[in-house]
T-cell receptor, first 114, second 111 residues
């Protein structure tokens, strides 16, 4: 079974631009979560989608948004990029609203904002 | 608010040594997970512990969940260079709640 895939793997943008990242979960997984990872803050939860609905949301500004499609694929969008948005963005899928919410991560998208 | 504190933040040891890393919280979790992340990759799930006092072994790795389900430890016996990576603990309050991650312990095992 193929793992979680994320595209693109690397991205360079300038301040003020917007960016869209894509995630394809493991086949059969209906929950997709997004995380931002930086050296200083570690892994921070952005949001989770389950069956095309946002189920949980972290403490990020409205510039960060996401959606999930009927095939469980997910995208996240960051508008008006800031230098501080430079990070590794990780997508994780899980089977369903299980008891343990075990996450299977993709390799991430490394975003650099200049 | 950092709900899961991991210690130490950094650990550099020689091959063959033993080590323990800790994950502590003031909150009770329904389950706690450990992940390992290598540079340029996403975290990989190692184990999930769910019962207070539970001990799980994965080859040379031993995971323990505290009796009160507020803390956990990871012990590695006879560390090898392949154990190098960032070890993350993550707590869940329930199946539908978001995972809370610690900031991780960066382990380097020198040959």
């Amino acid at each position: 079974k193929a793992g979680v895939t994320q595209t693109p793997r690397y991205l360079i943008k300038t301040r003020g631009q917007q960016v869209t990242l894509s995630c394809s979960p493991i086949s059969g997984h209906r929950s997709v979560s997004w995380y931002q990872q930086t050296p200083g803050q570690g892994l921070q939860f952005l949001f989770e989608y389950f069956s095309e609905t946002q189920r949980n949301k972290g403490n990020f500004p409205g510039r960060f948004s996401g959606r999930q499609f009927s095939n469980s694929r997910s995208e996240m969008n960051v508008s008006t990029l800031e230098l501080g948005d430079s990070a590794l963005y990780l997508c994780a899928s899980s089977l369903l609203a299980g008891e343990y919410n075990e996450q299977f991560f993709g390799p991430g998208t490394r975003l650099t904002v200049l | 608010t950092q709900l899961l504190e991991q210690s130490p933040q950094f650990l550099s040891i020689q091959e063959g040594e033993n080590l323990t890393v800790y994950c502590n919280s003031s909150s009770v979790f329904s389950s706690l997970q450990w992940y390992r992340q290598e540079p340029g990759e996403g975290p990989v799930l190692l184990v999930t512990v769910v019962t207070g006092g539970e001990v799980k072994k994965l080859k040379r790795l031993t995971f323990q969940f505290g009796d009160a389900r507020k803390d956990s430890s990871l012990h590695i016996t006879a560390a090898q260079p392949g154990d190098t990576g960032l070890y993350l603990c993550a707590g869940a309050h329930g199946g539908s709640e978001k995972l809370v991650f610690g900031k991780g312990t960066k382990l380097t095992v020198n040959p």
